[in-house]
């Protein structure tokens, strides 16, 4: 089955729009300038026929392609995420693409210490022949998810252009502040009206991801007591140092994101700020087994009442929110789900690899809004940094498989 793919001028068209999600931002999005992109997407959508395609309030594009059988099947939704990592800029993307990489060093031309090694990057092994898109050096490339999101207009173009290719009603998802865990914070689900889904937002070529972590927050808060510095002694309590004290007594060789892999779980404190008076720890906390989450909780709780036995004078708190649970705990309730992408993924004839994410998605949190949603993958590598890059054949061989697969839904009884 031949298609001519349109992926790699879409993604290079959407990369060098700046997206960058903003952490502090009491907006949402938290950057209005994701809008330019969703703008952008409904637009081509439009375009393309499908004439429901809108953008809300929010910044969620959302867009329908018609069933083109004659008995119903499930609705089948597509996400990506709009918005680029803050951990690294993303303004100015200049795109480059290395035609049919042989293996050597790409040097990025716009700060040549910046070099995207195959020593460095084993992946790079696997993809000689490729055509690999990096930035220019000063930025992020932002395939993460901008790969997700070429690959949807691409996979939605092509079945436009194939009434040959049988699938149920399919729904076009692009959210805003996925990297900062906002993802789908407004999301109207009863205006998605889909049953199931997929979020394209994976890293190597036939990777699916139906774990996740279960992750929370804890925010740990003291109230210091104050004194002039000159007449101090036997009075003053520095909230900073108590924090301090706090943070030194955390394992050294354990129990954090440096330290950990696989299935290991972690505590990482991700802020700390104080001031004579009032200091603050904010953390994370991770782990694919939602129990073992619960009894990092409590073990860094022990460690900070510990802490705060040399204080007894002082105010303080230890708060947990919530932020997503493994989406395991949903998808295995519903095998087929994910069964379905790895036959699609054998039809196209890739490697397929069942994987875990240490991290989040949107599919996370879809899952427990009723959506059960695994993540495929798009080829995006070294994420969040200046030496991300991606596979034209890669993002190619992902809506090959996304055909495959609303094929395989067609066929859903």
């Known amino acids: 089955m031949k298609f001519n793919h349109t992926i790699e001028e879409r993604f290079l068209r959407y990369v060098q729009i700046d997206t960058t999600a903003e952490p502090g931002s009491t907006t949402f999005p938290s950057s209005l300038k994701q809008k330019d992109l969703g703008k952008l997407l409904v637009e081509e959508l439009l375009n ?3 004439s429901d395609a809108e953008m809300d309030e929010y910044g969620y594009v959302f867009a329908t392609l018609p069933s083109n059988i004659d008995h119903k099947v499930p609705t089948i939704c597509f996400c990506s995420h709009m918005d680029t990592a803050p951990d690294c800029s993303g303004t100015n993307v200049k795109p480059i693409v290395h035609r049919n990489y042989q293996g050597q060093d790409i040097v990025l031309p716009d700060d040549t210490t910046e070099v995207l090694k195959m020593s ?10 490729d055509d690999i ?3 220019s050096g000063h930025t992020l490339l932002g395939a993460d998810d901008k790969a997700g999101v070429a690959i949807i207009m691409d996979f939605v173009a092509q079945l436009v252009n194939r009434k040959d290719i049988p699938h149920g009603d399919i729904r076009v998802l692009f ?4 990297e900062i865990g906002r993802g789908v914070d407004f999301l109207d689900m009863k205006k998605l009206k889909a049953d199931y889904g997929y979020t394209l937002d994976g890293g190597p070529l036939g990777s699916i991801e139906n774990e996740s972590f279960s992750a929370d927050s804890v925010t740990v808060e003291v109230d210091g007591i104050s004194s002039h510095p000159g007449y101090a002694k036997g009075k003053m309590v520095n909230a900073s140092k108590v924090i301090c004290d706090f943070i030194a007594a955390l394992p ?6 440096e330290t950990t892999e696989k299935r290991e779980g972690f505590v990482h404190p991700v802020s700390v700020t104080g001031e004579l008076e009032r200091a603050k720890a904010q953390f994370i906390v991770r782990d694919h087994d939602t129990q073992k989450m619960y009894q990092h909780e409590e073990r860094l709780k022990g460690i900070w009442e510990e802490t705060l036995k040399n204080y007894p004078e002082l105010k303080s708190s230890f708060t947990v929110k919530e932020q997503y649970r493994n989406m395991r705990e949903v998808l295995d309730t519903v095998p087929f789900v994910t069964d379905y992408a790895i036959q699609a993924m054998n039809k196209v004839g890739l490697p397929v690899k069942l994987d875990l994410i240490r991290g989040g998605t949107d599919g ?3 899952s427990f809004m009723g959506l059960p949603c695994p993540n495929i993958f798009t080829g995006e590598m070294a994420i969040h940094s200046r030496l991300e890059y991606v596979s034209i054949q890669d993002m190619e061989k992902a809506v090959l498989t996304m055909i495959e697969l609303v ?6 009884k």
């Open 364 to 366: 996370s949190r879809l």
């Open 175 to 178: 959210t805003p502040d996925e």
């Open 48 to 50: 393309l026929g499908l």
């Open 133 to 135: 898109i990096t930035a």
């Open 120 to 129: 460095n990057h084993p992946y790079l092994r696997k993809k000689i022949g």
């Open 252 to 257: 050294k060789n354990e129990w954090s994101p």
């Open 407 to 412: 094929q395989i839904w067609s066929k859903h």
